[in-house]
């Protein structure tokens, strides 16, 4: 929590009374220049330009409070920061001019004086901020650790969790698909709203995002504009393949059957855009021989028995899936054989794309090429949700 305020809150206010105190600057040098050029006899005097200062400071905090001008201004790039800086004077310009030609007689403000100071608070408003920026990045002492949100699925999430923390990474907050009711889990606040780990984000708790056995294109897109904004890596923690339980509702009757339940997002860490299956297959049949660059799948069997042989391009296992209650969840990047041991066993597949014969590598020589390249940089996320 300290260092909650440390780096988020203390920063923003530091921000925000920093662009307040550029705004008097610019005012009494503008107001200098005017004195300068037309001497104290003219009637617009100090106390209506101060009159003036009030309204136009006023109009400063509601600009930042709605539009949340200055709240990205710590990571963004130079250019961001332009366009930061021209919207935040170019709002609080347009208001204050409504105001005035509404409210205010032409002679209790100078067009000029208004002009000019808003002139060198923007001139002040890149200069001073990047200077600002770059001594808070000098002094303030970052954690040795790097700070990290986490976004999994429930199932997941003490596996997630000790995978980031063997990697020396300090687990700040905790996203998960299916919301768990808890608010903490192992002492790690659990965010509910995509909304507050985004503002975590824009605040600098976090410097990386890590993805733990869930497809990619789960996460919401003002998600991923946030980390571009604050220039935040997206990270995936590598997850080949899982066994789990899919919930099985049986009878006391024997013959009343048992019925089985999967629920997207809550048991499938993907959107379903695709349902496919396997029947009338002969025993001792093979299929499959082939990896998915982007498809994530779950795969069940409710009746038979049938092999997977999987592959991840360094070691291969095989999972048998013999019962309707157990699936097995596959990401991208996994080379599979399929092997029916019983004719007749059926093989379900819920998967995350559309059939695309480009996502599929059908070469065995291929896909071990694609393999080494994707574990090599399984940490970086193509943030692209199209893909
Ligand atoms: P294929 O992927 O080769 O099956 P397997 O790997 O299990 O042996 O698919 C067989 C054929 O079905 C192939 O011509 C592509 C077509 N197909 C679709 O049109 N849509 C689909 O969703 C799938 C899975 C396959």
């Keep these: 929590m300290k260092d909650e305020i440390y780096y988020g809150r203390i920063k923003y206010l530091s921000f925000v009374l920093l662009d307040f105190l550029l705004l008097l600057t610019s005012n009494y040098l503008a107001f200098q220049v005017y004195i300068f050029q037309y001497k104290p006899e003219n009637e617009y005097t100090l106390n209506k330009h101060i009159f003036v200062v009030i309204i136009m400071a006023v109009i400063d905090f509601f600009i930042t409070a709605v539009f949340n001008t200055l709240e ?8 961001k920061e332009l366009y930061e800086g021209i919207k935040h004077v ?18 209790d403000y100078s067009r000029l004086t208004i002009t000019l100071a808003y002139l060198i608070y923007f001139v002040l408003f890149i200069g001073v ?21 986490l976004m999994t699925m429930d199932g997941f999430l ?41 503002s975590a984000i824009c605040w600098d708790l976090i410097d990386r995002v890590y993805i733990y056995g869930l497809d990619h294109k789960m996460v919401p897109q003002y998600m991923i504009n946030a980390c571009r904004e604050m220039g935040l890596k997206f990270n995936l923690v590598d997850f080949t393949y899982r ?67 999987l592959d991840d391009g360094t070691t291969r296992n095989t999972v048998t899936l013999d019962r309707p209650d157990k699936g097995l969840l596959l990401m991208p990047g996994i080379w599979r054989e399929m092997v029916w041991k019983k004719s007749g066993s059926v093989l379900c597949v819920l998967a995350s ?33 199209s893909s």
């Design 72 to 79: 990205r201004v710590l990571r963004r790039r130079k250019k």
């Design 90 to 107: 170019g709002y609080s310009y347009i208001t204050l001019a409504v105001i005035l030609f509404l409210f205010r007689k032409s002679t």
């Design 129 to 149: 901020h990047i200077i600002w920026k770059y001594i808070l990045k000098k002094f303030i002492q970052k954690p040795a650790r790097k700070t990290v949100l």
């Design 158 to 198: 003490n596996e997630g969790i000790q995978r980031l923390q063997e990697q020396d990474f300090d687990v700040r907050y905790i996203y998960l698909l299916k919301n768990s009711k808890a608010d903490i889990v192992e002492g790690i606040p659990v965010i509910k709203k995509w909304e507050r780990a985004a």
């Design 243 to 309: 066994i789990i339980n899919i919930k099985t509702i049986g009878h006391d009757d024997p013959g009343f059957g048992i019925l089985s339940t999967l629920e997207e997002k809550r048991d499938i860490p993907f959107s379903i855009r695709r349902v496919y299956w396997i029947t009338e297959t002969e025993a001792e049949f093979h299929r499959g021989y082939h990896a998915h660059k982007l498809n994530c799948q779950l795969l069940f069997c409710p009746y038979g028995v049938i092999d997977l042989i």
């Design 353 to 385: 794309g559309y059939y695309d014969p480009k996502e599929y590598i059908r070469n065995y020589d291929e896909f071990l090429e694609y393999s080494r390249k994707y574990r090599a940089g399984s940490d970086k996320v193509n943030l692209n949700k």
